[in-house]
């Protein structure tokens, strides 16, 4: 029998219908708050590519948690460094997105939404290494990185036995850089260090440091402990050096020496400076492997810790969604990260973390970086200690 055009018409409708189940995804979200525009959108814009490249490989592999296939996608929203703007994404993000984790790559912003993430029952993926993250007793926390006390001595040890014991303190003056701050100053004082001149700036505010630079190096300081976002840190190495400061310097490691010497004038300009490790640095077969993937998509960029981490961040996330078969339940989630970093192949674990203590802090060995002779040299932190 020939159908009719009208009636061919609705068979294929009612064949479409029955087969949309098939083939048809459902799509699950994973939230981002961060700085988008303004001084530190560079620093955002290095963690959300991580993210959606480690999303676009997931999606590429088929994402299927307890029997049942999804895509998965980041729903990223600015909040321009803002902690207050970061607590109004994660309402958008909870409410319009139905995100079971949101990761937020800096401190103020994690602390807006630990006040109320366990009550509405979503994970805060923690891109900062901030102590007091994990110490507040959030069941709903991943702190990314490891605990940035751990950089503390060594990068002191380096640099005042190198330069000398006089540091002047001009680093960024948000909730970062201040918490920082407070570890640093007993640190350096029990290893004989003074700090002669102690002048925080606003980083992501700012756009010329001399002045505050200039007050820095009125205390004729041989060290200066400096960092905030990659750009503004970068000006304030250039400037320094244009003042005629030729000592060390200490970088906290949300500066990245590979991005400020783009803005400082090369490696040569930070001789003498210790911080993280630069992800274009790291020999690891695994980084290089990771680097070139990167840079296929994105042509020239520089990769960063801010991209790899979290890179590994999502993928581990949604390999604990798999192993909790769960796509929603943060608290079953959250108990399957450990085992998901620990399962991981090291393709897409760059940085070696281990796994994932009580608390939600990462575990993983050091390293760090040095700048000797215009050069970047490799260090693992207990050989500085």
């Known amino acids: 029998m020939r159908l009719q055009p009208t009636r061919l018409a609705t068979a294929l409708a009612a064949g479409l219908v029955l087969t949309a189940p098939a083939w048809a995804q459902e799509v699950v979200k994973i939230g981002f708050s961060g700085p988008l525009s303004g001084g530190a959108a560079l620093y955002g814009k290095n963690v959300l590519d991580g993210m959606n490249m480690a999303v676009d490989e997931i999606n590429a592999a088929g994402f299927e948690v307890a029997g049942k296939k999804y895509k998965l996608e980041i729903a990223a929203l600015d909040d321009k460094y803002n902690p207050s703007e970061t607590a109004i994404n994660a309402q958008r993000l909870v409410q319009e997105s139905k995100t079971p984790a949101i990761l937020v790559p800096h401190s103020g912003g994690i602390y807006a939404l630990q006040t109320n993430n366990e009550a509405q029952k979503y994970l805060v993926l923690a891109y900062s290494s901030t102590p007091q993250i994990t110490a507040r007793g959030n069941k709903l926390t991943l702190r990314i990185p490891p605990d940035f006390t751990s950089y503390i001595e060594p990068f002191i040890n380096y640099t005042t036995k190198k330069f000398g014991k006089n540091v002047a303190i001009a680093d960024a003056d948000h ?211």
């Open 175 to 385: 909730d970062y850089a201040k918490a920082w701050n407070a570890a640093f100053k007993p640190l350096l004082e029990k290893a004989g260090g003074k700090v002669v001149a102690d002048n925080p700036m606003s980083y992501t505010r700012a756009t010329d440091f001399y002045s505050g630079v200039s007050r820095a190096l009125a205390g004729k300081p041989d060290v200066l402990f400096i960092g905030g976002p990659s750009e503004p840190t970068g000006l304030v190495v250039k400037q320094a050096r244009e003042l005629g400061f030729k000592g060390g310097f200490i970088l906290i490691d949300q500066a990245k020496l590979d991005e400020v010497a783009k803005v400082s004038g090369g490696y040569g300009s930070l001789n003498g400076a210790i911080g993280v490790l630069p992800v274009m640095e790291d020999k690891l077969p695994e980084s290089v492997a990771f680097v070139q993937r990167f840079q296929k998509l994105y042509p020239n960029r520089l990769v960063t810790s801010e991209t790899s981490l979290n890179y590994s961040a999502v993928h581990a996330t949604a390999l604990a969604m798999k192993l909790a078969g769960s796509v929603t339940d943060a608290t079953a989630i959250r108990a399957k990260l450990s085992e998901a970093f620990k399962t991981m192949p090291r393709r897409e674990n760059m940085f070696g973390v281990s796994g994932v203590d009580a608390t939600g802090s990462s575990e993983a060995d050091g390293r760090a970086a040095v700048v000797e002779d215009g050069k970047i040299r490799e260090v693992m932190l207990n050989s500085l200690k």
